[in-house]
């Protein structure tokens, strides 16, 4: 099959890599042209583990490549991917669908013979139908069958979850675009991934709802980690006894400074704003919104608290920017929240974060000093904080720590560390909804 895949991010471009390695030909489409001249050069975007090898397999292999220009990619695919941001929209918190549109004009303009425009993106119930009317005006001769199917990787092990998916979701009623889909799809049926194929509501519906409930999860056990603090009771041994219930599972159970990244945020939200307008709001997500947003600022107090309530002048080392390890994506990182709130208590701030320094410099404010490794970034701090639980801060060197700190004091936001070892080490840590005797 011939696929054009249009936006050539997190999601366009794993999604594009895969479908290459899979025996397609994929060209991947980006206005940005830095992305397009850097990805011919090989040089990857983004940091995804094992991104940049799959991509220059498949080149080498003549089946992916990468260009600006949408027109002859499109008039020869035959299928279309729109996998272009849906950010909130400033102000009501609606998933802005004017990047989805934009695509999908110059997709209907340039399509020639039959195509399937599937909408990869994240986008709110109705959307396909919406693309469906855009198309119709721009081309109203256009041979075009809108399909959704949103997609569930997660940054970090990104190609992994495009191979071996719990599942795949395909939204259609054409009987053509499903047996395109299906072909795309194929060699997933093989490894028994199963595809679930239902309308095109439900299937967008469905995104939505899979990431509203595992915000939901975690705002949960965030929440009992804070009674866990207030009882004298251990959260992560709350999780594990909850988890080992088939019906509860154990994923998406870790206590922390509340979910961030560029989907839960905004897709909790949208989801929030769609119910509203239907007439059937859901008030769960309301408050989960609403218990995460206030979560990252209590934060920055306890950060405050375990340097005795203020921060003023003090320099604090924060490990991990962000939103979770083996990505550089900031986009809603608990992180960006944590600064701004300890800046505005008169902290200093100093930063170690294995990949995502150069996108976190577009994030958080200049007053930031960046360093070379969790060492340089403890040295002379008043107090060290566990942002993010990157691998290389699971084994620091911490009586190393301890000599390079101005004060030996630790906050692990990721329960990474035990208790009773820090204090041993003659740390005052402080964790996430556990007793500190554990
Ligand atoms: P991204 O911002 O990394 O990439 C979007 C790309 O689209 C950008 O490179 C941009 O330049 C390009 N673009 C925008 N308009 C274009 C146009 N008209 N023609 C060509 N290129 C265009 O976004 P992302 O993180 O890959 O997310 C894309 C969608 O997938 C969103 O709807 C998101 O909610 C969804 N999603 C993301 C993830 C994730 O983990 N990032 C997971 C599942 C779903």
Redesign the pocket.
């Given at each position: 099959m011939r696929v054009a895949m249009?936006?050539?991010?997190?999601?366009?471009?794993v999604s594009g890599a895969c479908f290459a390695d899979f025996g397609h030909t994929v060209v991947c489409?980006?206005?940005?042209e830095r992305?397009i001249q850097s990805l011919r050069n090989n040089i990857m975007p983004?940091y995804e583990p094992g991104l940049d090898d799959l991509v220059a397999r498949n080149v080498k292999a003549s089946r992916l490549s990468f260009t600006t220009d949408?027109t002859p990619a499109v008039a020869e695919a035959d299928a279309v991917f729109i996998?272009?941001?849906?950010p909130s929209r400033r102000g009501d918190g609606h998933a802005d669908l004017s990047?989805v549109f934009?695509?999908a004009r110059?997709i209907a303009r340039a399509s020639q013979g039959f195509t399937v425009v599937v909408t990869?993106?994240?986008?709110p119930v109705g959307t396909g139908d919406e693309v469906e009317i855009v198309i119709g005006e721009a081309a109203p001769d256009a041979d075009i069958a809108v399909v959704s199917n949103?997609?569930?990787?997660?940054?970090g092990a990104?190609i992994e979850d495009f191979k071996r998916p719990d599942r795949v979701v395909v939204g259609t009623d054409n009987d053509r675009a499903r047996k395109v889909m299906a072909e795309l799809y194929r060699p997933l049926f093989l490894n028994a991934s199963p595809i679930l194929f239902t309308d095109r509501r439900t299937s967008e519906l469905i995104?939505y709802a899979a990431n509203a409930f595992l915000a939901t999860k975690i705002t949960f056990i965030n929440e009992l980690a804070d009674l866990c603090e207030n009882v004298g009771a251990n959260v992560q041994e709350v999780a594990r006894g909850i988890g080992l219930d088939k019906r509860i599972g154990a994923k998406f159970l870790h206590a922390g400074p509340g979910y961030g990244?560029?989907?839960f945020p905004?897709?909790t939200l949208a989801l929030m704003r769609t119910a509203q307008e239907a007439g059937s709001p859901l008030r769960l997500v309301e408050t989960v919104v609403g218990v995460n947003d206030a979560r990252k600022t209590a934060m920055a107090r306890k950060i405050a608290t375990s340097l005795d309530g203020d921060v003023r002048g003090r320099t604090i080392a924060l490990l991990g920017l962000t939103f979770k390890p083996n990505t550089d994506?900031m986009r809603e990182a608990p992180a960006i929240s944590i600064v701004h709130a300890l800046l505005d208590k008169g902290a200093r701030i100093r930063a170690y974060d294995p990949e995502g320094m150069e996108e976190a410099k577009k994030y958080l404010p200049d007053s930031i000093v960046y360093t070379g490794s969790p060492y340089e970034c403890a040295e002379g701090a008043d107090a060290l904080v566990i942002v993010t639980e990157w691998e290389a801060f699971r084994a620091l060197d911490l009586v190393r720590i301890k000599e390079l700190l101005n004060k030996p004091v630790i906050v692990d936001l990721r329960n990474i560390y035990r208790p009773a070892e820090m204090a041993t080490l003659g740390f005052s840590y402080e964790s996430v909804g556990r007793p500190l005797k554990t």
């Open positions: 249009i936006g050539t991010g997190y999601v366009g471009l489409v980006d206005k940005d992305k983004i949408l996998a272009v941001g849906t990047y934009a695509a110059e990869k993106s994240t986008v949103p997609e569930f990787l997660r940054e990104a995104k990244g560029s989907c905004k897709d994506d």
